[in-house]
């Protein structure tokens, strides 16, 4: 008589005909019934077990309910450990670890399959590419970080290959394994290896394949690389009619590898409408493990779709944080766990019990990648957690870097954590510009979760505020010789670094001067990016630390250089910011800084007549000649020039202002820059007008809108869409200037210009047939200009006398002035409301 096999896996014995199991060869208590289910799945070998076929066998002949099993599969759960026995929705359970071979094991009579797909949502390319690679070659490794969903596309490729190969399709789940030793072993028995005399290594399951036609699959090989990499290769020698498709978070690094690299599921365009038709596959992952926890939940309605939609992009696409945050939407809602996603550490700990431990939670996720790295690849993951946004090698070497690991060490770690697929890459090797890598926003939170624990927040913080000084000051060398636009672009993904340092420097106030010199070192940028609402409060709170006696020429310079160019906005305070540019321009002459002296003069120059409109300005422009340098551009020598044709706007030269400023945008848009093309075209567009020649502005403005508006820069470059608006009153368009007027208020309330044409609205109400609110904009118009302090300029004050034109001719005198006295007593949201009520009962007609 054959006597009963023992089956070995993890750390336990099954011996059937003693009826025992040990654990570490200590005999375990179990209860018949959960003996029986157990002796069950291990006779399966992995293979899933049905839940009639576990009945029979725990409660033969009887009829039993449902709970008997959950009680039976709760107990063993609790003795071996909760991934034990593996829930497979719908069809069964089957054993968690594989059986480990042995010289009394009986191989079970079904080869164990591979993990059930389920439905692919967005993979069908990847699939394609992963058959056709292994249709052309015979070795492929699938990578990416923990969650993307390689065990998943690769169970779908194994199940669409099964019936291609004559001796089937293998499956080897390596997670479970804690020692290398153990996957010889592990392979052999889901290839159904015979056991013999002595231990199953790497070349006796390439000697034992090579005459087989098979696809063999490894699933999670990261943790068990070298010994991975060994195996594979000796079946690749040895084995040619075998296909080798093996799934990990990096690439093996084995001859004749080929990689196939997943990103997180393909996510719609933020701007796109929300329509439950056409789900992008990351909300159609999301929608359906939604209807799986909760199928009353449709996710059908725009609102819906829209915070899908949201959540998705918050979670870059990645399967797992998707399935995570699904089973949390029957308890908070889709808002609530928008709402949460700050944390996402602690929000996504949901996952279904069948799943491997690791991906239960988020955390746990991270935490099996975390353990595979090495001290100084943790140290550098950590460190470059602080990164907010994109970031560069150079970055990554000014925070990561130290007195104990230098900057090649942090060039090593990158191209690490880059292969595990930890650090995403976002330009390709051979584009235009330095590369970029960011942090997946589940793993930089968990890296930031370990730079605390390491005590290091603040250490790396001021490595990277101290790098952003230097980075922001060295740019502004490029300023004036490179176009603008291109010039902003490149310091763009600083922002959100700029903006944490600054709020980390805020909230310490050991690092006042840090906070003062990220303040000064990001005015230039914030000027050229006009995110003038963002830079005032920043420089107000710097400035007790700018005007404090004693500071040095450099950081007070660099600080009125920040005042002074808030110039380049509007509705900027005027006064404070030219005495800024004057005070800056004296101390970078002193300090031998020609070029920003002569901005700074270029700005007072510019700007100095709206407070100053006697002061005879010729010695200043002698001075920015003698400042200017023979090796300088044509573009540089354009401040001096800008500055002489504002001269000449004062002067009432009209002509010659728009001839100058003409011969700068066509300069400009032969040199390829942009940005400063269209500001110059905006000058000639308000010579135009001060020429009584709006037709001749709209013909400028008109093409330039629609260049602003296709870049999507109207909210930045608020003032051309408000000039054309303008123009269209001046124009005398009335109505047909509603759709205009409608988007010059939107634009000037995102911009905090509410006032900016406050004289043209009246001017234009009263072209539309409405005096009484033509006559209340006009008082509103009056009292804004008391309220500022300032003078109009010349196109306000052409406004002003047209809209009092009309009221003296369409009103009488007291109506005139009781209305004028209700506008006065406008706040600036009511006038705006008023307008924009006019301007939609005028397109709705």
């Known amino acids: 008589m054959t006597p009963a096999p023992t089956f070995r896996f993890h750390r336990f014995e099954l011996r059937p005909a003693s009826r025992e199991l040990c654990a570490d060869g200590v005999p375990q208590r179990l209860g018949e019934r959960a003996f029986d289910l157990l002796l069950a799945l291990a006779e ?450 600083r922002l959100h670094d700029l903006r944490a340092a600054l709020q980390w420097a805020a909230r310490q106030p050991a690092e006042a001067d840090r906070l003062l010199a990220l303040a000064s070192a990001a005015g230039p940028f914030w000027a050229a990016a006009n995110l003038d609402r963002e830079a005032a409060p920043w420089l107000e709170r710097v400035r007790p630390l700018g005007e404090a006696p004693g500071l040095a020429d450099e950081p007070l310079a660099r600080y009125c250089k920040a005042v002074a160019f808030r110039l380049v906005n509007p509705t900027a305070p005027v006064a404070e910011s030219v005495a800024a540019a004057e005070r800056g321009a004296e101390l970078f002459e002193r300090l031998g800084d020609h070029a920003s002296a002569y901005r700074l003069l270029g700005l007072v120059a510019q700007h100095g007549r709206r407070i100053d409109p006697q002061r005879d300005w010729q010695p200043l422009f002698q001075r920015l000649r003698a400042l200017e340098r023979p090796e300088w551009s044509a573009t540089m020598r354009l401040t001096r020039l800008r500055a002489e044709g504002v001269a000449q706007a004062r002067a009432g030269d009209w002509a010659g202002y728009r001839e100058r400023f003409q011969l700068e945008a066509a300069l400009l848009a032969e040199a390829g820059d942009a940005l400063r093309a269209w500001g110059a075209s905006y000058h000639v567009a308000l010579a135009e007008l001060a020429l009584k020649r709006p037709a001749a502005a709209i013909a400028v403005l008109e093409p330039m809108v629609a260049q602003v508006r296709a870049a999507g820069l109207l909210r930045e470059l608020w003032t051309r869409p408000v000039l054309l608006a303008l123009a269209r009153i001046e124009a005398g368009q009335g109505a047909e200037a509603a759709p205009a007027v409608r988007e010059a208020v939107t634009l000037l309330r995102v911009a905090g210009a509410h006032a900016w044409c406050a004289d043209h609205f009246a001017w234009w109400a009263l072209d539309c047939g409405e005096p009484a609110l033509g006559a209340r904009l006009a008082g509103w118009a009056d009292a804004t200009v008391r309220r500022n302090g300032q003078p109009r300029h010349a196109h306000a004050r052409a406004a002003h006398e047209q809209a009092s034109l009309r009221l003296a001719v369409k009103l009488p005198p007291a109506a005139r002035e009781a209305l004028r006295a209700e506008g006065e007593a406008f706040d600036d949201e009511l006038a705006l409301l008023r307008v924009l009520q006019l301007a939609d009962a005028l397109i709705t007609r």
């Open 44 to 493: 399966a070998g992995g293979a899933v077990v049905s839940r009639d076929a576990l009945f029979e066998r725990a409660w033969p002949g009887r009829v039993v309910i449902d709970d008997n099993l959950k009680v039976q599969v709760m107990a063993l759960r609790k003795l071996l450990g909760p991934e034990a026995v593996v829930t497979v929705p719908g069809r069964g359970y089957r054993l968690g670890w594989p059986l480990l071979d042995s010289p009394d094991a009986a191989p079970p009579a079904v080869p164990p399959a591979a993990p059930d797909p389920s439905r692919l949502f967005g993979r069908e390319a990847e699939l394609a590419r992963l058959r056709s690679a292994l249709a052309a070659g015979r070795l492929l490794t699938v990578t990416g970080p923990g969650g993307i969903g390689k065990t998943r596309l690769a169970a779908a490729a194994a199940d669409a290959e099964r019936g291609r190969w004559p001796d089937g399709v293998a499956w080897v789940e390596l997670a479970a394994l804690t020692e290398p030793d153990a996957m010889p072993a592990a392979v052999a028995h889901a290839l159904r290896l015979p056991a013999g005399p002595r231990p199953v290594d790497a070349a006796g399951i390439a000697r034992a394949l090579r005459p087989l036609q098979l696809l063999l699959v490894l699933d999670n090989c990261e943790h068990l690389l070298p010994a991975a990499a060994a195996l594979l290769s000796a079946i690749a020698a040895a084995a040619p009619q075998v296909a080798l498709l093996a799934t990990s978070q990096v690439r093996l690094d084995i001859a004749g590898e080929a990689v196939l690299a997943l990103d997180g599921l393909a996510l719609s365009p933020a701007d796109a409408a929300p329509d439950a038709a056409q789900r992008s596959p990351s909300e159609a992952l999301f929608a359906a493990r939604v209807r799986t926890v909760a199928p009353q939940i449709e996710l059908d309605s725009p609102a819906d779709v829209s915070l899908a939609r949201q959540i998705c992009h918050r979670l870059d696409g990645l399967p797992l944080a998707l399935e995570l945050a699904a089973a949390r939407v029957p308890a908070l809602g889709l808002a609530g766990v928008l709402q949460r996603l700050d944390h996402q550490l602690q929000l996504l700990t949901r996952g279904p019990a069948h799943a491997p431990p690791r991906q239960q939670t988020l955390r746990a996720t991270l935490a099996w990648s975390h353990e595979l790295l090495d001290e100084v690849q943790r140290v550098v993951f950590r460190r470059l957690g602080i990164f907010a946004d994109r970031f560069t090698l150079d970055d990554a070497q000014a925070v990561a870097a130290d007195q104990s690991i230098d900057e090649w060490a942090v060039l090593d770690a990158v191209d690490d954590l880059v292969a595990r697929s930890l650090l995403r890459p976002l330009d390709p090797v051979g584009g235009a510009g330095e590369r970029r890598y960011r942090l997946l926003v589940h793993a930089r939170a968990y890296a930031l979760e370990q730079l605390e624990a390491a005590a290091e927040h603040d250490a790396v913080m001021r490595r990277l505020a101290d790098h952003l000084v230097r980075s922001f000051v060295a740019a502004e060398q490029g300023f004036l010789h490179a176009a603008l636009g291109p010039w902003v672009d490149a310091l763009w993904p």
